[in-house]
């Protein structure tokens, strides 16, 4: 038996890029997470976004077991019920006509720049919005504008530009004849829980109409009943073009995609693109056991439902402790607390008490908890919460 640690080893084996939570998880169960020492946390993260419907779900466990004894993989060569099965009820889903299925969210961000190029080629420019995050390969990070991600990697894809968050003058003074797309992390995630102003989605379609150039939504974050509709972009009232997904949508299997309307239906020829495990059977059993249960509990309704009273507390805190919150953003299960100062303080002490939250650019404290959890459990986080912040206040 290795006597080293976990987090020991870590360090002598993997490339360091990651800032490892300092506890050894041995399983999950439903909304909790349970370490080595039989210690159960709290999770409000669910794996950054990813596990909507907790730990071990039996209907996915379900699914998964009975996938795994039929194929866990056959080439895309090859029609398969539970591929085919799995697209007609994300369509359905999102409202969207054709899909192209991926592992990740940053190969469904490349799949949708692929997409776009064909049409419109290399001349015409694609924006993203200042602070946004879309991924980590070369050209999501193209698009990807926060600099702590790209600081390092240039050159990146030519003619990708960046629009001022939330500025509708910047925007009007960008878009023109030669725009062919615009990403939109509708609530941005990485960039600290932001969401987008309805008078700037309207201004950008106001000139999708003149100028006739994609919207392209990003709901790798926010989609999949997190925000307390199906998809982030339906609390705006509009129609994107391309709509990215995957986090949630795969049940903690790797799963991404990109779906497109029925006019952009024709852009890619036979061979243009492909993959070799993008939609894969397993990862899409355990999708469509996820958005089955989220459709047969009306999951989305909970968050909705939920949500109202998470913020309500939340925004009793805030009145009470001014001093240290300076903010609290976000939409249904997607919750950004900005702090003054003792954002990463907080993150930690919250973790002694068992509770798992995350902190994002910079002093966001994030929550993103599994769409299955109830109101006892928001409970024991603000009850902690406010118990922190009273300490802190001393
Ligand atoms: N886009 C958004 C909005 C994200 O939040 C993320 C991941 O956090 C990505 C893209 C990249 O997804 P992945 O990490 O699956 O490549």
């Known amino acids: 038996m290795n006597k080293k640690g976990l987090l020991e080893r870590e360090k002598i084996s993997f490339l360091p890029t990651y800032k490892r939570i ?36 039996p209907k996915i466990i379900k699914a998964v077991t009975e996938q795994v004894n039929k194929f866990s993989h056959l080439s895309n060569y090859f029609v398969t019920d539970i591929q085919e099965t799995f697209a007609e009820k994300l369509l359905k889903f999102s409202g969207m006509d054709k899909v192209f ?41 193209s698009l990807t504008a926060r600099e702590k991600h790209r600081k390092g990697f240039a050159p990146l894809l030519p003619n990708i530009g960046q629009i001022i968050f939330n500025d509708l ?115 899409c059993a355990s999708g469509i056991a996820v958005l089955d249960f989220i459709n047969e509990n009306k999951l989305e309704k909970n968050v909705e439902k939920l949500s109202i009273y998470f913020f309500n507390e939340l925004n009793k805190l805030k009145g009470k402790y ?9 939409k249904g299960f997607m919750i950004g607390i900005e702090m003054g100062k003792y954002g990463n303080e907080i993150v930690e002490q919250l973790r002694r008490k068992n509770i798992l939250a995350n902190l994002t650019a ?31 206040t001393k």
């Open 322 to 330: 001014s001093n240290l919150i300076t903010e609290i953003r976000g």
């Open 169 to 283: 003058n910047d925007l009007d003074s960008k878009i023109d004849k030669n725009t062919a797309s615009v990403f939109l992390e509708f609530i941005q995630g990485e960039g600290g829980v932001r969401p987008i102003d309805k008078e700037f989605v309207n201004k950008l379609f106001e000139l999708k109409r003149k100028f006739n150039f994609l919207v392209v939504a990003d709901e790798i974050q926010a989609g999949v009943g997190r925000t307390g509709k199906n998809f982030a972009f339906q609390h705006y009232n509009i129609e994107p073009d391309i709509v990215v997904a995957a986090k949630a949508i795969g049940g903690g299997l790797p799963l991404g995609a990109f779906m497109v309307k029925d006019d952009l239906r024709d852009v890619f020829e036979y061979g243009k693109h492909g993959t070799t495990f993008g939609g894969n059977p397993v990862a």
């Open 22 to 57: 300092p506890i050894e998880i041995l399983k999950g169960e439903g909304v909790y997470l349970i370490d080595k020492n039989g210690k159960r946390y709290l999770d409000l993260i669910s794996g950054l976004g990813v596990n909507a419907l907790g730990y071990a779900h």
């Open 101 to 141: 299925l991926t592992n990740s969210g940053t190969e469904a961000i490349e799949g949708a720049i692929k997409l776009i190029r064909m049409k419109f080629g290399h001349s015409n420019k694609i924006f993203s919005l200042t602070n946004s995050f879309h991924g980590r390969t070369y050209g999501s990070l």
């Open 362 to 392: 910079g002093n966001v404290i994030r929550l993103l908890p599994p769409l299955i959890i109830k109101c006892e459990h928001i409970d024991i986080f603000i009850n902690n919460f406010d118990k922190i912040l009273s300490n802190l």
